[in-house]
């Protein structure tokens, strides 16, 4: 039986995952023994493209296009496209409408985006099993919506995966954490990604995973911390070099955005750090002291904003804080100290962390693919429907046909019929959302139910709602009077149709067909070019920091390096990558260290955003 | 199942009665810990993830059995889910604005008033009496769901070939409260979110 494979597609990282003899690991990359990818992709100017690491270096350069987070972009529409995503995307403009990127002259829609991070998961997979792999399980955040979920699974099948389910992020992750062990209680898994934020409660007992109520929102994540960051020290640089161009310079954007990334990683170890900012056309680096203190200042807001859906989520399951026995810390950005902190005092208890928060969605994809499989019996997750379903009724109102936390799979029929004589069909707008008016919903789809013309109310039209277990939606309508059963296809308004998924297959499968080994051998030395320039500005800026020895052996590995790259090896490009990294680490460090003390009394973040 | 097998006890997925799905007896005071049982066990047996590499008719049954068994249990699980099932399941259905009950027509105006004024002068002296109120709704609340419990059992004790009739008024009157003092109840709290207390 062919294997079947986990994936988290993150809004920052993807992974992808498989279980062996009972338990999940993560597949790392063969050659450089990264585990995540960052969900990045890079279109560059000659047709090329990159995805994850490779594909950041490239937009270090400049050059090119390069679309990170992808994932906020899944299933909306130009109309949901925030004032931030429209400066941070190459979108075609459009007060509505699906979304799309312009890249080289050709348009590119979001899963196709994806697709590219799948394929490259793919490749790494097979590269390590030495096998085909084409079925998959890929999470979502639990509050995404039935257009987002349909996108992902376009993804998948872009990239040439049949996605067998689609599984919630918060509950893969509870999967992973082994929690069956505990016999029966109440858990809470905290999901802070890169860009979503979703919040379960489940119930367990005896291998089952229940899932009570799940609450989100798909708009709120790590990226608006860096965001926050990164502006600020855009402003600071704007102020203090006097050059308010850079605060409208999408490439300043990309630079500071990434700084802003890692100083809140070193922020979540050390109490202060130095933020760095590369300023087109000036020597050096534009620097500024941030401290913990200060950064959690700014982003405590943000942080804040996830308590809401916690106590909705506490409220639908109706359990109290103090009735939950474990909870669980998933996500990136849970590595921050104030978002523990505000989970602890939230829920008055230690929560969890012993699995690494980036890879354990993964890890439960797997188990869950495992399941699926036939690999395990043991456990069994009950997912839920995370926002209400339904359909406009007269006045422009919702009226929910299926609430929200119902248990999936989940099918409700409702009898339709005409309100004037000799209507030839009934127009039923899905819905989803939680508003009272239809205007404050997202809209799913539009479709026309044909009838028989007959005297008003004559015509008995049973539709049936159907939520498989992927949350996916679909509607079949039997005409009582004729018997005639029909299947209607749900659209979603700002999705693919299964003609443009085909022609986009086709066209990716020629591409596929080139080679192969050309496109990996131009990422290595992509990479290997990034590490040989950083190299280069290392040396400059701290000569007084290695000596003679040290600097003969990082010349002698830039060297080595540099002959490689000239070459078409790619294993050996690798080695001598890896070689020069290792020789210019320590070097790195005392830069670092050096420059924390130089700021220490110097400049402070809330100077520069005064 | 052992417990489903005996008496008049059937399980049949493919039911339109609740009850016969989850293979419980048909009784309105449910036992809590017996209808998770079979819920779980019944998870057990039909979850699509059990039936992944079956045939397409094999997948579609299990879907459609496993949507039945969810509905049932969501159904069976609440007490006024349930109610109002039995209700429409005997041919009545409860009316989507009912009239204020007669009952509660002077809690309702009152409160109604305090809100309206609430809202108006955002009084912190004014907030505090919504929330005296609020208590006497839950209190209201809380004293029709038992009453809701007694009779379920009175349903349980119905003999055979007595009318149902009194019964579904009783349960009408009843479910028909319930939704008032739950509106009220929403009310109240978008009341005290809206102005902050």
């Known amino acids: 039986m062919p294997r079947i494979l986990g994936i988290d597609l993150g809004t920052t990282n993807s992974l992808i995952a498989e279980v062996v003899d009972g338990a999940p690991r993560v597949i790392a990359d063969p050659h450089t023994g990264e585990v995540l990818l960052p969900s990045v992709v890079h ?3 000659d047709g090329t493209v990159l995805v994850g690491q490779s594909a950041r270096e490239a937009e270090a350069r400049g050059t090119g296009i390069t679309i990170a987070s992808v994932k906020r972009l899944m299933g909306i529409g130009m109309e949901h496209v925030n004032a931030d995503d429209r400066t941070q995307f190459p979108l075609v403009e459009a007060e509505s409408g699906p979304v799309q990127f312009m890249i080289r002259d050709e348009i590119i829609t979001p899963p196709q985006v ?6 490259e998961l793919k490749r790494r997979a097979e590269a390590v099993l030495g096998e085909e792999i084409s079925e998959v399980v890929i999470t979502v955040p639990a509050y995404f919506n039935d257009s987002q979920r349909q996108a992902t699974r376009d993804a998948g099948r872009l990239a040439g995966l049949n996605v067998l389910r689609l599984v919630n992020e918060p509950t893969a992750a509870s999967l992973a954490y082994g929690l069956d062990k505990l016999d029966h209680g109440v858990i809470a898994v905290y999901d802070l990604g890169g860009g979503t934020f979703d919040i379960s409660l489940l119930r367990l007992q005896g291998g089952i995973f229940e899932v009570l109520s799940t609450n989100g929102n798909t708009r709120l994540g790590g990226d608006d911390f860096d965001r926050t960051l990164a502006r600020r020290i855009l402003e600071g640089a704007a102020k203090t070099l006097d050059r308010p161009d850079v605060l409208t310079d999408r490439y300043a954007w990309a630079l500071a955005r990434r700084e802003a990334e890692n100083a809140k990683i070193r922020l979540s170890k050390d109490t202060e750090t130095v933020a760095r900012l590369e300023v087109p056309g000036m020597d050096g680096d534009y620097r500024v002291l941030v401290t913990r203190d ?4 700014m982003i405590r807001e943000i942080a804040r904003q996830t308590l ?10 109706g359990i109290a804080p103090n009735e939950v026995d474990e909870v669980v810390m998933v996500g990136g950005s849970t590595r921050v100290p ?7 005092e939230f829920f008055g208890k230690e929560p969890l962390t012993n699995i690494n928060p980036d890879e354990v969605v993964a890890l439960g994809a797997a188990v869950q693919a495992d399941i699926l499989s036939g690999g395990t019996k043991d456990m069994l997750l009950l997912d839920v429907v995370p926002l209400s379903l339904g359909i406009e009724t007269m006045g422009g109102v919702m009226t929910r046909i299926i609430h929200r936390n119902t248990t999936i799979p989940c ?23 939680e508003r009272e008016l239809v205007k404050d919903n997202r809209s799913l789809a539009r479709f026309k139910l044909p009838v028989e013309p007959q005297p008003a109310g004559m015509p008995r039209i049973q539709v049936t709602f159907l939520i498989d277990a992927n949350g996916i939606l679909s509607v079949t309508a039997i005409d009582k009077k004729t018997g005639h059963e029909h299947t209607v296809e749900v659209k979603p308004s700002y999705g693919l149709t299964d003609e443009q998924v085909e022609q986009m297959l086709l066209e990716s499968f020629d591409y596929a067909e080139e080679d192969v080994t050309a496109r990996l051998l131009a990422e290595t030395r992509v990479e290997a070019e990034s590490l040989l320039l950083y190299t280069g500005k290392a040396l400059r800026e701290g000569p007084e920091l290695v000596d003679e020895d040290e600097r003969a052996a990082i010349e002698r590995a830039a060297d080595a390096l540099r002959k490689t790259i000239e070459g078409d090896d790619r294993q050996a490009i690798l080695d001598a990558t890896q070689a020069l990294d290792q020789v210019t680490k320590p070097l790195a460090e005392r830069l670092m260290n050096r420059s924390v003390k130089q700021l220490l009394l110097n400049r402070s973040m809330d100077e520069v955003a005064a | 199942m052992s417990d489903t097998l005996r008496g008049e006890i059937v399980h049949n997925p493919d039911s339109r009665d609740h009850f016969e799905v989850l293979g419980l007896p048909r009784r309105l005071v449910v036992d809590q810990d017996q209808l998770s049982r079979h819920y779980y066990r019944l998870s057990r047996t039909y979850h699509p993830d059990f039936h992944q590499k079956g045939t397409p008719a094999e997948r579609i049954a299990s879907l459609r059995r496993t949507a039945a068994v969810n509905d049932a249990h969501k159904t069976l699980r609440d007490p006024v889910a349930r109610g109002r099932w039995w209700l429409e399941s005997h041919g009545r259905k409860l009316g989507d604005s009912p009239q204020v009950p007669p009952e509660l027509a002077m809690l309702v105006l009152e409160v109604q008033e305090v809100l309206e004024n609430l809202r108006q002068s955002q009084d912190s002296a004014l907030a505090e009496q919504v929330h005296a ?13 038992e009453m809701l419990e007694d009779h379920f059992a009175r349903w349980d004790a119905l003999p055979e070939g007595a009318s149902p009739e009194p019964l579904l008024d009783e349960l009408a009157a009843l479910l028909a409260e319930i939704s008032y003092l739950k509106t009220l109840r929403r009310d109240v709290d978008r009341t005290l979110e809206s102005v902050g207390a």
């Open chain 1, 411 to 433: 099918s409700i029929t409702e009898e339709f019929t005409t309100p004037a004589d000799d209507v030839t069909h009934i127009d039923i707008h899905v819905l989803q959302g």
């Open chain 1, 294 to 297: 200060q950064y959690e200042r």
């Open chain 1, 308 to 317: 809401a859906p916690c106590r909705q989520a506490l409220k639908d399951a």
């Open chain 1, 338 to 344: 104030l978002v523990r902190n505000l989970v602890r």
């Open chain 1, 114 to 119: 994806s697709a590219e991070v799948l394929r």
């Open chain 1, 43 to 45: 279109y560059a100017d």
């Open chain 2, 133 to 145: 109120r609020n208590d006497e709704i839950k209190d209201e609340l809380n004293r029709r769901m």
